[in-house]
């Protein structure tokens, strides 16, 4: 069901301090994995990309440490420029290095659903849509101090996909945006797994993606579950890998039922498969 991808390791020397970088050519929506050794006398504080900055974290091994490079769908493609702040012996530093991005091959589909979910002209539809919207970016952009997982992400269920992470979304033949997750045939009533521990961030109805599942893996690190009929799971409860949490629907904006299942990282949609065989082949290896 993956499609796999090899990731070898390239090691850039910045003044005698290694640091790994996971990939360092991919795609916008794609996500990239640095590491830093552990070094006497050094602090790490973040790395940078243009004005957003992310967290760097002790590894599950607790060996090294990390940061989860998030490139939006939106990001245009070129050489990028990032900065790893830190401290040596108490002194400021700042290491410059690249990633190199490029459009995806992402291809286009069109979707035929009621006009009152493309572009709802109700007022108080308008409001709530609003709401719902600052409300999902302000969860996201939460950064929990703490890693829930230790162990590989898995499927929230086994199926066929029907659609790809990154398709140019045409909704009763405008276009409206691009397919922010991966989907799932999922006939209602579907049983539907958490991808990892972690603790529900949010369960509710909302306009646009319907019965709705949030679980915060910790570190900036969410996955997402709609369009589901029921909930088997109540906000900040701890759920463990595959748990039951709830059953698919076809709630929302929808043609008919199926599971979309995304992933957001330091506030970012980002393909979630490339994701989860980025973090469970460099973060989250099996350990003896």
């Given at each position: 069901m993956f499609r796999f991808l090899l990731f070898a390791f390239c090691t850039l020397s910045l003044a005698a301090l290694p640091l790994q970088v996971s990939?360092?050519?991919l795609a916008n929506g794609e996500t990239t994995l640095l590491l830093l050794p552990k070094?006497?006398?050094?602090?790490?504080?973040?790395?940078?990309?243009?004005?957003?900055?992310?967290?760097?974290?002790?590894?599950p091994s607790?060996?090294?440490?990390?940061?989860?490079?998030?490139?939006?769908?939106?990001?245009?493609?070129?050489?990028?420029?990032l900065v790893l702040r830190y401290k040596?012996?108490?002194?400021?530093?700042?290491?410059?290095?690249?990633?190199?991005?490029?459009?995806g091959n992402y291809k286009?589909?069109?979707?035929?659903?009621?006009?009152?979910?493309?572009?709802?002209?109700?007022?108080?539809?308008?409001?709530?849509t609003a709401r719902e919207y600052k409300e999902a970016i302000a969860l996201y952009n939460r950064v929990t101090p703490k890693l829930y997982i230790d162990?590989?992400?898995?499927?929230?269920?086994?199926?066929?996909?029907?659609?790809?992470?990154g398709k140019a979304r045409v909704y009763n033949g405008s276009l409206k945006g691009y397919h922010s997750g991966t989907d799932f045939r999922a006939p209602v009533g579907t049983p539907v797994l958490a991808s990892n521990d972690g603790v529900v961030a949010y369960v509710g109805d909302r306009f646009y993606s319907g019965g709705t599942i949030i679980i915060d893996h910790g570190e900036g690190i969410y996955s997402c579950y709609f369009h589901m009929s029921k909930y088997d799971v109540e906000k900040g409860e701890r759920v463990q890998r595959g748990e039951v949490i709830g059953l698919s629907g076809k709630s929302g904006r929808v043609t008919?039922?199926?599971?979309?299942?995304?992933?957001?990282?330091?506030?970012?949609?980002?393909?979630?498969?490339?994701?989860?065989?980025?973090?469970?082949?460099?973060?989250?290896?099996?350990?003896?």
């Open positions: 990939k360092k050519t070094e006497k006398g050094v602090a790490y504080e973040k790395v940078c990309y243009k004005k957003e900055c992310f967290e760097i974290f002790l590894t607790k060996q090294s440490y990390y940061a989860l490079i998030p490139f939006s769908y939106y990001d245009k493609a070129g050489n990028k420029e040596e012996e108490s002194q400021e530093k700042k290491e410059p290095f690249f990633i190199k991005l490029h459009y286009k589909e069109s979707i035929h659903v009621s006009s009152k979910k493309v572009n709802p002209k109700s007022p108080e539809v308008k409001k709530r162990k590989p992400f898995i499927l929230p269920l086994e199926s066929a996909i029907t659609s790809d992470f008919g039922p199926h599971l979309h299942f995304a992933m957001r990282v330091h506030g970012v949609q980002v393909n979630p498969l490339q994701f989860i065989e980025l973090t469970n082949k460099e973060l989250l290896k099996e350990r003896d």
